[in-house]
């Protein structure tokens, strides 16, 4: 395998291998081309393509995916939306500055100001005065169309489900390090979590979440507030780099799996 490659490509090249499939592999790995007899399948990103469209770009979007979840009934941090005033005034409004404002004031804990659609923990900031506040929608705006805000809330544990077809095929606890966030990019570390009534819970949780918004194959994370199981976001690109460092079989008969969706094999 190539250096640097990632293990998203890796795995999908030996599933091909072992499948009869033919694949090309372009834009540096970001677009698979998958080629069996008639099918012809592509990969984009961390997306295998199991998921329809609205539910992808439901998932894609934190503020969406909020919405959603509340008009279920499943618990979820709320993510209230702010587009990017350079939209123009007749798009966003005159008052979004002030919406802002009122949500820090509601939150003197804080809120946490993030680019609306994922960033693997990339510009993702607790603010709890106006002039950090100023800031980090400054550098959010500046990557993205809109962002969201949400609650600071003290994350007691925070718990991925990976599903296909409501199955949970890896559940893990991300034990985090000397950073706030508990993104595996900051440098939290996944625990698989062993069977029993936490992992049993926490499953339910992520396929009452998946049938919201009906999406198919998902990495979901939860987060424990106040002695409740929440969603904190929805993720249609699958991506488990850094669980493949620990446990490359386990990713790999995950993406497997996915692929036997895709490919209609039942093995």
């Given amino acids: 395998m190539a250096s640097g490659e990632r293990i998203f490509v890796q795995a999908i090249k030996r599933y091909c291998a072992t499948h009869g499939i033919a694949l090309d592999v372009r834009a540096d790995g970001w677009l698979l081309a998958m080629r069996r007899g008639e099918q012809r399948l592509f990969a984009f990103g961390y997306d295998v393509?199991?998921?329809?469209?609205i539910a992808h770009r439901l998932a894609n979007d934190k503020s969406a995916t909020a919405e959603v979840l509340a008009l279920e009934g499943v618990p979820c941090i709320p993510h209230r939306l702010f587009l990017n005033p350079k939209l123009g005034e007749k798009v966003?409004?005159?008052?979004?500055?002030?919406?802002?404002?009122?949500l820090l004031h509601d939150n003197p804990q804080g809120v946490v100001v993030k680019?609306?659609?994922?960033?693997?923990?990339?510009?993702?900031?607790?603010?709890?005065?106006?002039?950090?506040?100023?800031?980090?929608?400054?550098?959010?705006?500046?990557?993205?169309?809109?962002?969201?805000?949400?609650?600071?809330?003290?994350?007691?544990?925070?718990?991925?489900?990976?599903?296909?077809d409501d199955v949970p095929l890896v559940v893990y606890s991300k034990q985090r390090g000397s950073d706030w966030r508990h993104?595996?990019?900051?440098?939290?570390?996944?625990?698989?979590?062993?069977?029993?009534d936490l992992r049993t819970a926490c499953a339910k949780l992520a396929i009452d979440a998946a049938n919201a918004i009906g999406i198919t194959f998902a990495s979901?994370?939860?987060?424990?507030v106040d002695g409740v199981?929440?969603?904190?976001?929805?993720?249609?690109?699958?991506?488990?780099?850094?669980?493949?460092?620990?446990h490359p079989e386990l990713v790999q008969t995950t993406y497997d799996a996915?692929?036997?969706?895709?490919?209609?094999?039942?093995h």
């Fill in 49 to 53: 393509g199991l998921n329809s469209a």
């Fill in 92 to 102: 966003v409004g005159v008052a979004w500055r002030e919406g802002m404002l009122a």
């Fill in 115 to 164: 680019p609306n659609e994922g960033t693997s923990g990339r510009s993702v900031f607790r603010v709890t005065t106006e002039t950090e506040l100023d800031r980090a929608v400054g550098e959010a705006f500046s990557m993205s169309a809109g962002l969201v805000l949400s609650p600071y809330v003290v994350i007691e544990d925070e718990v991925r489900v990976v599903l296909l």
């Fill in 183 to 196: 993104n595996l990019d900051a440098g939290a570390k996944p625990v698989l979590m062993q069977d029993g």
């Fill in 220 to 224: 979901i994370d939860l987060v424990h």
């Fill in 229 to 246: 199981w929440r969603v904190l976001e929805i993720n249609s690109g699958v991506m488990m780099e850094t669980l493949a460092k620990l």
């Fill in 258 to 266: 996915a692929l036997n969706r895709v490919f209609g094999d039942k």
